[in-house]
C-alpha cells in the first residue's frame, strides 16, 4: 500500500511539472501574426532605380539553396540596386521565418494576387530585373551557387551602366615638346547617372601590357606617363559613376618626334631608357 501511494504521488508530482513547463512556453506562431519584414508597395512597371525581384515560396527549397547568394549581392550592391522579395503565399509566419533565417534585408512584399502570368513566372525561384523606363526582363532560376549568382548580377549591372553612361566624344590628344608628356581633351560624356570623374588609359602599341590608368576630374588634362618607352602610344577615355564604367571613346594615338634617352644602372643592370629620369631603384651613369 505505501509503495502505491509513492508511486501515485510521483507520477502527480511529473504531470505538474510537465503542464507548469508547458505554460511557461511562448505561443506557436500562427499565420494570422504580422510578418516582421517590411510591406510595401514596389512599382514593378516603372522603378526609380535598377531593381533585382526574387520570386519565392517559403518551402522552396531551391529558394533556400540560393537565398544566402541573395544575400551576399544585396549587401554588395544595396548602395546602387533596390532589392525586392515577392511572395503570394499567406503564410506569414513561415516566410518570417524564412527571412529571419537568412538574415535577409530586402524589402518583403506578401502579395496573394501577384500576377505569374504578367511577369512569365512558372517555378520557384524566379528572378526579375527591371530597369527605369524600360519593360522587365525575366532572368529565371539565375543559378545555385554563388558564383554564378554574382556573376550573372554584376553582368546586368555592367550593361546597365553601358547603357545609362554615354561614350566620351571628341578626343582629341597633342603631345609635348617633353617624350611622355601630352594633353588629351574631350567632350564630356552625355549619362543618366552623374559622373564622379574620367578614367584616361595610356599604354604604348609595341608592348600592350603596360597599360596605365589615371584618373581626372574634368574634361582635359596634361598627362605624364611613367617609364617613357620609344613607341606610339594610344590613349582611350570613358567616364566613371558610382559603382561602374562606361565605355572607352575611340582610341588616339600619340607619338612623340624627339626622345630624351638616359643610361640606368641597377645592380649589374645597365640599360637605356627613353626618358629625362632613370626609374625609381635605377641610378643615372654617364655615356
Same mark, same amino acid.
Not at 76 to 80: E, F, H, I, T, V
Not at 135 to 146: H, K, Q, S, V
Not at 261 to 264: E, G, I
Given at each position: 500500500m505505501r509503495t502505491y501511494r509513492i508511486r501515485t504521488l510521483s507520477r502527480l508530482l511529473n504531470v505538474t511539472l510537465a503542464l507548469a513547463t508547458f505554460a511557461l512556453l511562448p505561443a506557436a506562431p500562427t499565420d494570422a501574426a504580422p510578418a516582421t519584414t517590411r510591406a510595401v508597395a514596389v512599382?514593378? =512597371?516603372d522603378p526609380?532605380?535598377?531593381? !533585382? &525581384?526574387? &520570386?519565392f515560396a517559403y518551402y522552396c527549397g531551391y529558394c533556400k539553396q540560393v537565398a544566402p547568394h541573395f544575400?551576399? &549581392?544585396v549587401s554588395?550592391?544595396? =548602395?546602387?540596386l533596390d532589392f525586392v522579395m515577392v511572395t503570394s503565399e499567406t503564410a506569414p509566419s513561415q516566410t518570417r521565418e524564412f527571412i529571419q533565417r537568412h538574415g535577409i534585408t530586402a524589402t518583403l512584399v506578401e502579395d496573394p494576387n501577384f500576377d505569374y502570368a504578367k511577369y512569365r513566372v512558372t517555378g520557384y525561384p524566379n528572378f526579375l530585373w527591371l530597369e527605369p523606363g524600360k519593360?522587365?526582363?525575366? !532572368?529565371?532560376?539565375?543559378?545555385?551557387?554563388?558564383t554564378t549568382? +554574382?556573376?550573372?548580377?554584376?553582368?546586368?549591372? =555592367?550593361?546597365?551602366?553601358?547603357?545609362?553612361?554615354?561614350?566620351?566624344?571628341? !578626343?582629341?590628344? +597633342?603631345?609635348?615638346?617633353?617624350?611622355?608628356?601630352?594633353?588629351?581633351?574631350?567632350?564630356?560624356?552625355v549619362s543618366k547617372l552623374p559622373v564622379t570623374h574620367y578614367e584616361v588609359r595610356v599604354g604604348p602599341l609595341c608592348d600592350p601590357g603596360l597599360m596605365t590608368t589615371f584618373g581626372v576630374v574634368g574634361?582635359?588634362?596634361?598627362?605624364?606617363?611613367?617609364?617613357?618607352?620609344?613607341?606610339?602610344?594610344m590613349v582611350q577615355v570613358r567616364a566613371a559613376v558610382a559603382g561602374g564604367f562606361g565605355t572607352y571613346s575611340s582610341h588616339q594615338h600619340v607619338e612623340w618626334s624627339t626622345y630624351n634617352?638616359?643610361?640606368?644602372q641597377r645592380g649589374k643592370r645597365v640599360r637605356t631608357f627613353t626618358a629625362t629620369a632613370c626609374p625609381t631603384g635605377w641610378t643615372k651613369i654617364s655615356a
Open positions: 512599382n514593378f =512597371d526609380t532605380r535598377p531593381t !533585382l &525581384v526574387f &520570386v544575400q551576399s &549581392v554588395a550592391m544595396s =548602395d546602387r519593360e522587365f526582363r525575366n !532572368l529565371g532560376p539565375i543559378g545555385y551557387d554563388a549568382f +554574382t556573376r550573372r548580377i554584376q553582368r546586368e549591372w =555592367d550593361a546597365y551602366i553601358a547603357a545609362a553612361v554615354g561614350k566620351v566624344e571628341n !578626343l582629341t590628344v +597633342t603631345p609635348s615638346a617633353e617624350p611622355g608628356v601630352f594633353t588629351a581633351s574631350w567632350t564630356a560624356a574634361v582635359s588634362s596634361v598627362i605624364r606617363i611613367p617609364n617613357y618607352i620609344k613607341c606610339r602610344h634617352q638616359v643610361r640606368c
